[in-house]
């Protein structure tokens, strides 16, 4: 058996555990508490079987028309993955030639750097500010120059939002591909998907998911929308058929009821605000968030040590060791009864 070295030496990318049990708080993969739009459910129960005896459509156009709708885009400048995941893959795929770097601030979502390393290119971390707020991006890393900057806003697991402008104008002078990753985005002010649908635009892609607003987190769909030719280069390296017809269907219900998902949205914010308002009175330092969650330290104990105690109370929550966020945790935002349970949980441990 033969194994490339670059994979030998590849450390995979560890996604939030997935309990088995029903019972447990989860609040560590950043899904969504409440449940998709009950137009989903119909489009499941109706689903006409023979649909999957042929292959789905490879360019998926009545979905892309209807993302183009909702933002504002020409429907080329579409494309849609398995998950943004894939779309990230795909652009890694797309963008980058041997040589060549990808960047991302850091800290930010940790798969890009398993990404770059399976892509077989160097990752060029830039640091954010102690407080998480944009720096400007490192556009070298040595000898190989930043092709495609992974740009997640809000960030990832940080939660902090940056201004739009500052988006515009690092695009502006940078040569290669800024993917804005808006995984969190209908949890936040705004939104930098206008410069992806703009006329004159040369090198910004938006990238959006249904797994987080929309509830759709077991689906896998993910889509971006940026200039016609780099949308081009994704269908050029993508699987055939890489996004199925049962997705398909369920995510073009998704995005015909968004008020549905606005409104799921909306009653997160509001206990995403509510719970930051009691860890800081808690005397924890919780920066603002445009997510659905929480970035926090906590006042009196170690994050891993909660981490640890919260997991024997069957409250899961995510824990990133590392010089920049090992002090922290990333608290998804449940129900407003998960977040008491938490509350409570956290209380209970100060009394031990
Ligand atoms: N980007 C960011 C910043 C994320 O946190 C996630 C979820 N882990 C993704 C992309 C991937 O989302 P999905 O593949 O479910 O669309």
């Known amino acids: 058996m033969r194994i490339a070295k670059s994979v030998q030496a590849l450390t995979p990318y560890t996604p939030g555990e997935q309990p088995k049990s029903r019972s447990v708080i989860k609040l560590n993969t950043n899904e969504n508490p409440y449940a998709p739009s009950p137009l989903v459910g119909k489009v499941l129960a109706s689903f006409d079987l023979d649909r999957l005896r042929r ?46 770097a990808i960047g991302s601030f850091d800290p930010s979502y940790s798969l890009y750097k398993t990404l770059a390393a399976i892509r077989n290119v160097p990752f060029v971390p830039s640091p954010l500010a102690e407080d998480f707020t944009w720096t400007e991006p490192v556009v070298q890393g040595g000898e190989h120059p930043v092709a495609l900057f992974l740009l997640t806003n809000p960030n990832a697991p940080t939660s902090v939002r940056y201004p739009c402008s500052r988006v515009e104008a690092f695009a502006r002078t940078f040569p290669g591909v800024v993917l804005v990753d808006e995984a969190y985005a209908d949890f936040a002010d705004d939104t930098c998907m206008p ?114 105690e919260l997991r024997k109370r069957d409250i899961f929550v995510r824990y990133f060791p590392g010089p920049r966020t090992g002090d922290r945790l990333r608290i998804s935002v449940g129900t407003d009864a998960d977040m008491a349970a938490l509350l409570d949980a956290l209380a209970d441990l100060d009394r031990i």
């Open 55 to 100: 292959y789905p459509d490879p360019v998926f156009a009545e979905l892309r028309k209807k993302i183009a709708e909702r933002d504002g885009a020409a429907p080329d400048c579409v494309f849609v993955g398995n998950g943004s995941d894939e779309v990230l893959t795909l652009a890694a795929r797309a963008f980058v030639d041997d040589g060549e």
């Open 195 to 308: 410069l992806a649908a703009a006329p004159d635009n040369r090198n910004v892609v938006v990238m959006r998911t249904l797994s987080k607003s929309f509830s759709l987190a077991g689906l896998r769909l993910g889509y971006c929308v940026g200039p016609a030719d780099l949308v081009d280069a994704l269908y050029k390296v993508k699987d055939s058929y890489n996004v199925d017809a049962l997705a398909q269907a369920v995510a073009l219900a998704a995005l015909s009821d968004l008020p549905w998902m606005k409104s799921n949205a909306a009653k997160v914010c509001k206990t995403r605000d509510a719970t930051a308002a009691a860890l800081r009175a808690r005397g924890w330092d919780v920066p603002p968030s445009q997510a659905n969650f929480l970035f926090a330290r906590p006042a009196h104990r170690p994050a891993a040590e909660i981490f640890a």
